[in-house]
């Protein structure tokens, strides 16, 4: 679908103001093409949020399903990483009973 410029406008003035759906600055109901536009550009720079955040310092993947792959891959690698740290530490408190037990 396309937008004309009037539409365009209105919806990037009032994209970054918080408004009930369907309402605008003038009172006038927006289009359904401007919600759709603004929603789409709230999803656009989520992603380019994410993908900022999976790489720090390095150029954001214009492609959004590269993005998901890669936040894909960082949580399972997470999930990984807080398992073996979560052993690691139960093996650690079981080592520090144990001493008590032997040292008092």
Do not use: W
Not at 9 to 38: D, F, M, W, Y
Not at 85 to 97: A, F, P
Request: aromatic residues 4%; positive net charge.
């Amino acid at each position: 679908f396309t937008i004309s410029h009037h539409q365009f406008c209105n919806c990037v003035s009032i994209a970054t103001r918080s408004l009930r759906p369907g309402s605008s600055v003038s009172g006038r109901p927006t289009s359904k093409a401007c919600r759709e536009k603004q929603r789409t550009d709230k999803l656009n720079d989520r992603f380019v949020e994410l993908g900022s955040t999976l790489e720090p310092g390095k150029p954001v993947k214009a492609d959004k399903a590269a993005i998901l792959c890669d936040a894909t891959r960082m949580v399972i690698q997470l999930r990984a990483e807080a398992k073996q740290l979560k052993d690691t530490n139960d093996s650690l408190e079981e080592k520090i009973k144990e001493l008590k037990v032997i040292y008092f």
